[in-house]
Every structure is written in structure tokens, then in C-alpha cells.
């Protein structure tokens, strides 16, 4: 099963108070491993932009005027997820705004099962301690600098070095065994397998110069 990395933005903090949804992302990976396949939409959320909000993602009114609405992309993006494992960090919220976006258009909501909230891992992992995204890259010594603003497609980007590190796993990485360098490296391994035998004159040699010098140096 594909894994897809999600995040949103919206106009405020919960949808039962009229707030919408204003940019979603998704980057699918297998394994980990990006396979190039995003999905990223903004979108027109048919009323104000609190300016609250708008500090947080730089997104205005004027800017989302002119954007898909939900109901323009809901199909592409339910497409998009589809039987994929989803980790969101601090789903409950994100979830909130889809499965309220959803329902506004009669459509099954998204599967629970299939979402792993990734600040439930890190709530696990490190009790008592800030962990929110910035909080868990700083942890991980992973790159802030471009996140000035929140943006949902970096986020996700940003999400998925963090899950890699909540599970204690290296960096994916494709598999290179059968390349040239591979086999230069076990050629060398197997040079260096070669044992050398000592004749008996050298041993001779060898116990004799021990004894003399022994008894020069001891004391």
C-alpha cells in the first residue's frame, strides 16, 4: 500500500464555525519513497480571509478569488487518496475540515483506518514536550529555512522527513547493490581475505630475536 503525506490550510480553526479549507497537498511515496505524484490544489473558500489567517499562510482574498472551489476538485482528490495509507500530523483537524467539506457535497467521508496521525507518535515518543511540526524538525535537525510561511506542499514534505525519524528508520533509498562501485568494493573485501604463511627460517628468526632482546631490556 502507497503511503500520502497530507496537510491543509484553512481560513481559521474549525469548520462547524463556518471556516473552509484554502490549500491541500498531497505527496504519495511507496515505501517512503517519493514517486512524483502530487496533488495540490488552492481553492476559492467563498468567503473572508481572517487576518489572523492570512499571517499564517500569506494566502488573501484577492489571491484565492479566482481558484477552484471544493466541489471542483473533491473527486480528484478523493481519486488521489484512495485505498492509500494517509499519516497527517494532528489529524483530528484536518480531518475536520474534509470530512466537513465532504459531507457539504454528500460524499463518503475518509477512512479512519487508513490515517495515522503522526503527532499521536510523537506524543508517545516524547511526552511533555512541544511537538508540533517546527518543533519535531528542529528535534531532527531537519531544514526550516524555507518554511517562512505555512504552506501545505512544503508541510508535506517537511511531515514526511519527521515520520521517517518518529520510526527510528534511515532515509529510503533505492537500491544501488549491483553497481560498479558495489562490485569494486567486494573485490577489495575478497583481496583482503588473502592469508600470507610465514616459513619456519622466518619463524627462527623471529623467537630468536625475542629471546635477545628480552634480555637486553629487562630490568
Known amino acids: ?3 500520502v503525506f497530507l496537510d491543509t490550510e484553512t481560513t481559521g480553526l474549525k469548520f462547524r464555525e463556518g471556516h473552509r479549507i484554502v490549500e491541500i497537498a498531497c505527496i504519495e511515496t511507496k515505501d517512503l519513497i517519493p514517486t512524483g505524484n502530487i ?33 471542483q476538485i473533491a473527486d480528484d482528490f478523493l481519486k488521489f ?88 528508520v534511515k532515509e529510503p533509498k533505492f537500491n544501488l547493490s549491483n553497481n560498479s562501485s558495489d562490485q569494486n568494493f567486494n573485490k577489495t573485501n575478497n583481496y583482503n581475505k588473502l592469508i600470507l604463511k610465514i616459513s619456519d627460517h622466518e619463524l627462527r628468526k623471529h623467537k630468536n630475536f625475542l629471546k635477545s632482546e628480552l634480555k637486553k631490556n629487562f630490568y
Open 1 to 3: 500500500m502507497n503511503e
Open 81 to 168: 487518496i484512495k485505498d492509500k495509507k494517509i499519516i497527517i500530523h494532528n489529524a483530528p483537524f484536518d480531518l475536520g475540515f474534509l470530512d466537513g467539506e465532504l459531507a457539504l457535497l454528500k460524499k463518503q467521508k475518509i477512512e479512519k483506518k487508513l490515517v495515522t496521525d503522526s503527532l499521536e507518535l510523537a506524543r508517545n515518543k516524547f511526552p511533555g514536550t512541544s511537538n508540533s511540526l517546527d518543533s519535531l524538525c528542529k528535534r531532527f535537525n531537519i531544514d526550516l529555512s524555507k518554511r517562512t510561511k505555512h504552506n501545505a506542499l512544503l508541510d508535506c514534505d517537511l511531515l514526511r522527513e519527521v515520520y521517517i525519524n518518529l520510526l527510528d
Open 39 to 71: 496533488f495540490h490544489k488552492f481553492i476559492n473558500p467563498m468567503r473572508s480571509v481572517p487576518e489572523e489567517a492570512f499571517k499564517i499562510h500569506g494566502f488573501s482574498e484577492q489571491f484565492l478569488q479566482d481558484k477552484e472551489t471544493f466541489d
